[in-house]
């Protein structure tokens, strides 16, 4: 594998993601139906394949989930989905007090009679759907005993605000999303039988976009349920039959630069994961996690709290009294590893109790996850590829999803293990330090626990990684660049993480001894850290997608993520003898942590 993802032709100290990565880049061509493909997504869709046989057990056994159709699987429900085509659809907008643009029945007394504030409570009560205003319940940010209602702002129709202001690729975007508004009105008045008016459909959808834009820089209530409906309306497409997919297909392709629509039995497997986590969570592991890495990746958390403890000593920027303040919050961070216990049990009653009241029916839309929402103390399921840092909680968890090749195997080389999964476990602790996470002490309250000298240094220290992100220009966006700013906490993270998860490693080495080296591949132990380090970002970016990244991502593009944290690491340069001025080697570096 790591041979095969490789590219000996380039120099290691030129341009080492492309050393690392090259064959990868090479031998994987983005699937049709993806904006990103990369070791990430390719994990996500194998556990995917294993949850998609695992459902159609739990859709013909579960004691948990009452059906309307017996028997139903993942293959029969999708054929359901088709045979209902817009049933659904009508019955969610009736839910909800019609939707105008698609009705001859709103009137002067529909529209006097009409509540905002009911459909807001309808849309989140029922859907989960937040529009124009967020309500949530999480922990307070000052007393994080005890829980508080937050008031946000929700997302929009479009990524960001470039869509609705910006020319170019912005414009195109902009222009398909009012197509596929447009279109979906036109198919639901289609299937109400009532007569295609064209004009007043573009009209009024025109206006819904000119809400919209007005929000992300009110009107009559005709626009607004407008907005409403097609804001549910827009999310519920997925489950929807082919030609609403068809009617998205062009909006799709603008925003996303995907040409073909993912098979159906992924949506469904998705609203099931999304639905019933801990039930997901729990057929997963049994199908696939081995028990005995949650001891190994415990030790590994262990290893590099130990390690970033260490990395306080070499700080210059930080004064004593806020390294031990650092030290204290390190050491209390609360570790989750692959799943909580209880989902494994045989007599459940947690289970119970988290699905007693879930059904799935159809034609209509059953309400589910409003009745799973229980506070229980993981804050994800373990069918998950990532990993989590809360700095409520001054918790970080690992799902069993990531506890996997090329991130962790117990059969796979120490140094592979430490520049996977230990630097995911580094930068998830550097979280707890990063421009956020360092407002908040280690009981996860809102606390300033650092001293003047300290945080003016901090500031100090970050403004080089802004700048140094900042430019970084990646042309398959075309030609921006990277956010310095709003990358800053994932940039922190990653340089944090490779740090740790390396002196870590090398405190292994002193007690265990080198690792033999793998046969084939002339490396050492320290650059094969470097190397598995560098490939768990192997991917490649659809130009639509890379547009919107640049925008929206809190992270730095794959490459970049890889170039930057080892451009500023030291001991990179001389595990490749990389001489002074090459581009892995620069001479200004970078380091918060």
């Known amino acids: 594998r790591l041979l095969q993802n490789m590219d000996a032709t380039v120099e290691a100290c030129q341009n080492f993601y492309q050393y690392a990565c090259g064959g990868w880049l090479e031998r994987h061509v983005i699937p049709e139906t993806s904006s990103r493909h990369s070791v990430f997504d390719i994990l996500r869709d194998k556990l995917e394949i294993v949850l998609k046989v695992a459902y159609s057990v739990i859709l013909i056994n579960s004691k948990y989930v009452r059906l309307t159709h017996k028997g139903v699987t993942v293959l029969s429900a999708v054929a359901l989905i088709e045979q209902l085509d817009s049933k659904p659809l009508m019955h969610l907008i009736d839910s909800i007090g019609d939707w105008p643009v698609a009705s001859e029945d709103w009137n002067s007394a529909t529209e ?218 390190a050491m209390a961070i609360k570790e989750h590893i692959g799943y909580p216990d209880h989902i494994l049990e045989e007599s459940n009653l947690k289970l119970d109790q988290e699905y007693a009241h879930v059904c799935v029916t159809w034609p209509k839309y059953c309400d589910t996850s409003s009745n799973l929402k229980e506070k229980w103390m993981w804050i994800i399921g373990a069918a998950v590829v990532n990993a989590f840092y809360s700095p409520n909680r001054n918790q970080i968890v690992f799902p069993a999803g990531i506890l996997q090749p090329p991130f962790f195997s117990k059969q796979q ?114 650059q094969l850290f470097f190397l598995n380090f560098a490939q768990v970002w192997c991917g490649a970016y659809r130009p639509e997608y890379a547009s919107q990244c640049i925008k929206t991502d809190s992270h730095s593009p794959l490459e970049y993520r890889v170039l930057g944290s080892l451009q500023n690491f030291g001991a990179f340069s001389d595990a490749f003898q990389c001489k002074p001025g090459t581009p892995m080697n620069p001479e200004m570096k970078c380091r918060v942590w």
């Open 112 to 329: 006097q009679a009409w509540s905002l504030e009911d459909t807001l409570a309808t849309l989140n009560s029922h859907y989960h759907k937040k529009v124009i205003l967020d309500m949530y319940v999480w922990t307070d940010d000052r007393d994080s005993r005890r829980h508080i209602i937050y008031i946000d702002q929700p997302g929009l129709g479009m990524p960001s605000r470039d869509y609705y202001f910006n020319d170019g690729n912005y414009k195109r975007v902009r222009e398909a999303y009012l197509q596929f508004m447009v279109s979906m009105a036109r198919i639901a008045r289609e299937d109400r039988n009532l007569t295609q008016d064209d004009d007043r459909v573009v009209e009024e959808m025109v206006q819904v976009l000119d809400l919209e834009t007005d929000i992300a820089n009110v009107s009559a209530n005709l626009t607004l349920q407008n907005y409403l409906t097609w804001q549910l309306v827009m999310e519920r497409v997925s489950s929807l039959s082919r030609r609403f997919k068809d009617a998205r297909a062009h909006y799709r392709k603008a925003l996303y630069g995907t040409t073909v629509e993912e098979a159906r039995w992924r949506d469904c497997v998705r609203y099931v994961q999304g639905s019933m986590e801990n039930a997901v969570g729990a057929l997963y592991v049994r199908e696939t996690f081995a028990g005995e890495s949650k001891r190994m990746v415990s030790d590994l958390i262990s290893k590099i709290q130990e390690a970033y403890v260490e990395t306080l000593e070499e700080l210059n920027w930080m004064d004593d009294q806020s390294k031990e303040k650092a030290r204290e919050k």
């Open 413 to 526: 080389l120490q140094a592979l293990n430490f520049g996977g999964i230990g630097m995911v476990i580094g930068h998830e602790i550097t979280h707890g330090f990063d421009d956020n996470g360092r407002n908040f002490d280690k009981d996860g309250n809102m606390l300033n626990w650092w001293s003047n000298y300290s945080a003016e240094h901090f500031k100090d220290q970050s403004q080089c990684m802004v700048q140094q992100y900042g430019n970084f220009n990646w042309k398959l966006a075309g030609g921006q660049n990277v956010s310095g700013i709003s990358t800053l906490g994932e940039n922190i993270a990653d340089n944090g993480g490779v740090r740790q998860a390396y002196k870590a490693y090398m405190k292994w080495v002193e007690r265990e001894g080198e690792e033999l080296r793998l046969p084939g591949l002339d490396m050492d132990h320290k």
